[in-house]
């Protein structure tokens, strides 16, 4: 019998706990899948009041699942009491975009969500908080509730673009004949939206430079930037359209891989994407959340430095972050911007 005496659990805020994405989520949280199999967690669901009953329900199933990891469930209506002593945030819960939206269609029938969540987090989340905002337009709303939690650093406030990463690397692997696990080295600059740019310059396939790799599978430069890029950056439309709706599985397994890198670090000698406060990096303005290729290492993101950007990465990367200044010039129209700004 072990003498060491159990980790404590860490309390994990879900929101939209009964959606499509909370639901596919939160069992795989409770099976250690976000914070590792040595991590008990407590899980707080947070939803509408119309949909707290289904949260119940997803509670209830959460019981039957048996899970060891799994200390506790509790069912909240009231951001304010959901974020209380929470140190992990997955802020789903937000309308999804239908056939035919844009993300900037979102933007503000859900920014006030993230103002309001913001501010519980501020009032009452542990020491530790981080956040992962899914909801979209994901970065923007990351921006939003760190604007109003100024008493948290806002490094803890990112935004999902592993789900853009993953699609890369699945892309990539599968122009290249490769498997995913030889691909390394891909990036997702700028706004988890059709403006993002998915790089390969820095990419690897079993070890030799992706766009050598591509080359001589009969695939150029051109075919990168006519057919890649848009592929990768309007997956999320594409799902849409054939599906009927957004994507739920894969956007809830890159959630808990962000989370998981995040916390317990990407492997050694590799990066992963991650939409995180700019520190200023690669000219992108400090008040804004981009994504980046990032390590983690002791809890903490840190942007890749030095990385070499061609005249055509420049400028792809420009648009994507002028689209975010953009968003954000917009909610600040909108008040939607908190005390940080
Ligand atoms: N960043 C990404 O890669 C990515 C990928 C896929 C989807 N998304 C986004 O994730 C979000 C959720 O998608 P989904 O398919 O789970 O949608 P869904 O409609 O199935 O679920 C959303 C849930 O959020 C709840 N909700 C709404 N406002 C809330 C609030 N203020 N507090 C708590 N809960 C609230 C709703 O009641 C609903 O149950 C959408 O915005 C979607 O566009 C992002
Ligand atoms: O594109 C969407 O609206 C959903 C999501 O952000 C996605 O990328 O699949």
Redesign the pocket.
């Known amino acids: 019998m072990s003498t060491s005496s159990p980790a404590r659990p860490v309390t994990v805020t879900v929101?939209?706990?009964?959606?499509?994405?909370?639901?596919?989520t939160v069992f795989r949280a409770a099976a250690g899948d976000l914070l590792g199999p040595g991590t008990p967690v407590r899980l707080h669901l947070?939803?509408?009041p119309?949909?707290r009953r289904?949260?119940e329900g997803t509670a209830l199933e959460l019981q039957d699942g048996a899970f060891p990891l799994l200390e506790g469930v509790e069912v909240f209506?009231d951001?304010a009491a959901a974020f209380e002593g929470a140190s992990v945030g997955l802020l789903?819960?937000?309308?999804?975009?239908g056939p035919g939206m844009e993300?900037a269609d979102?933007l503000e029938a859900?920014a006030?969500?993230f103002s309001?969540?913001g501010r519980a987090i501020n009032a009452g989340a542990a020491e530790d908080f981080r956040a992962v905002?899914?909801?979209?337009p994901?970065n923007t709303n990351a921006l939003i509730a760190a604007s109003h939690a100024p008493d948290v650093p806002r490094e803890r406030f990112t935004?999902?673009?592993?789900?853009?990463h993953h699609r890369a690397v699945a892309q990539l692997a599968a122009a290249t004949g490769a498997r995913t696990a030889e691909v390394d080295g891909v990036a997702i600059w700028g706004n988890?939206s059709a403006t993002q740019y998915p790089d390969l310059t820095h990419a690897t396939v079993g070890g030799r430079p992706a766009l050598e790799v591509l080359a001589a599978a009969g695939h150029d430069r051109d075919w990168v930037a006519g057919t890649f890029i848009p592929r990768v950056a309007r997956r999320?439309a594409e799902i849409i359209e054939v599906r009927g709706?957004?994507?739920?599985a894969?956007?809830a397994h890159?959630?808990l891989c962000h989370v998981r890198d995040w916390v317990l670090g990407t492997p050694q000698g590799s990066w992963t994407s991650m939409a995180v406060a700019s520190d200023g990096s690669y000219g992108v303005p400090e008040e804004l959340v981009s994504s980046f290729p990032v390590t983690c290492r002791n809890g903490a993101a840190t942007v890749v430095p030095g990385l070499e950007l061609d005249a055509f990465s420049r400028e792809r990367v420009e648009r994507s972050v002028q689209e975010l200044a953009e968003e954000r010039a917009a909610v600040a129209a909108l008040g939607l911007l908190g005390p940080r700004g």
């Open positions: 929101t939209g706990a009964a959606g499509q994405i909370g639901y596919a947070l939803e509408l119309q949909a289904a949260a209506d951001p789903i819960g937000s309308r999804p975009r993300r979102l859900n006030g969500i309001v969540q905002v899914v909801g979209n994901a935004a999902l673009t592993r789900l853009d988890h999320g709706g957004s994507s739920v894969s956007a890159a959630t």
